[in-house]
């Protein structure tokens, strides 16, 4: 059974810019999770989805935002982007918001760089 | 979600089980304990969680204290591979909830 597969794995772009991040759950998972990890901060949740609705969001600007698709598939957007947007930005999927014990499964992330 | 501690860091020697200890004397009964692992610049991986009852898989067994308060990750036999920082947390496991990564234990497998 395939992982969760974040699209691109490294990313560059300059300040201002904006930026799509995307993310294929495992097959039969309905929940996708969104986070930004970064050494100072740890990890931090940015927003879930679950049936093409966001159930969940954390506390960041609005120029996160994020969708998921009837395939499941996610993606995250990021808009004007700032330096401190740098960081390793984690997709996690799981079977669904009402299967209490379901662990939640990480992609290998997509590493963001803001110059 | 309730809080728990874990040591900052560990050795353990290639082949050697290791046990990772962690403490979450605050957990609710509806919590689950979560096991994950981190190896630089990849994802966390799921290891294993338990509710009550000990626990094992084909990577590590989970054993909690009949009390709940803490619980031991054992890797029965360590490979330089199993190098990582782990973390410990619990929470309700239902997908609305909100991860928080602690700090997590370095393991150092040494050959």
């Known amino acids: 059974k395939a992982g969760v597969t974040q699209t691109p794995r490294y990313l560059i772009k300059t300040r201002g810019q904006q930026v799509t991040l995307s993310c294929s759950p495992i097959?039969?998972?309905?929940?996708v999770s969104w986070y930004q990890q970064t050494p100072g901060q740890g990890l931090q949740f940015l927003f879930e989805?679950?049936?093409?609705?966001?159930?969940n969001k954390g506390n960041f600007p609005g120029r996160f935002s994020g969708r998921q698709f009837s395939n499941s598939r996610s993606e995250m957007n990021v808009s004007t982007l700032e330096l401190g947007d740098s960081a390793l930005y984690l997709c996690?999927?799981?079977?669904?918001?009402?299967?209490?014990?379901?662990?939640?499964?990480f992609g290998n992330g997509t590493r963001l760089t803001v110059t | 979600d309730a809080k728990t501690t874990q040591p900052t860091s560990m050795d353990c020697a290639e082949g050697r089980a290791a046990n990772l200890p962690c403490n979450h004397s605050?957990?609710?009964?509806?919590?689950?304990v979560y096991w994950y692992r981190q190896i630089h610049s990849q994802g966390p991986q799921y290891i294993i969680h338990?509710?009550?009852n000990n626990e094992t898989n084909e990577m590590a067994s989970l054993i909690i204290t009949e009390d709940r308060k803490s619980s031991t990750l054992i890797l029965p036999h360590a490979t330089l591979r199993d190098t990582a920082v782990y973390y410990c947390?619990?929470?309700?496991?239902?997908?609305?909830?909100?991860?928080?990564f602690g700090e997590g234990t370095q393991l150092t497998v040494n050959p």
């Open positions: 097959s039969g998972h309905r929940s």
């Open positions: 947390i619990s929470y309700r496991g239902t997908s609305g909830s909100r991860l928080t």
């Open positions: 989805y679950f049936s093409e609705t966001q159930r």
């Open positions: 605050t957990i609710s009964g509806n919590e689950y």
């Open positions: 338990g509710l009550k």
């Open positions: 996690a999927s799981s079977l669904g918001v009402d299967r209490v014990g379901s662990p939640l499964h």
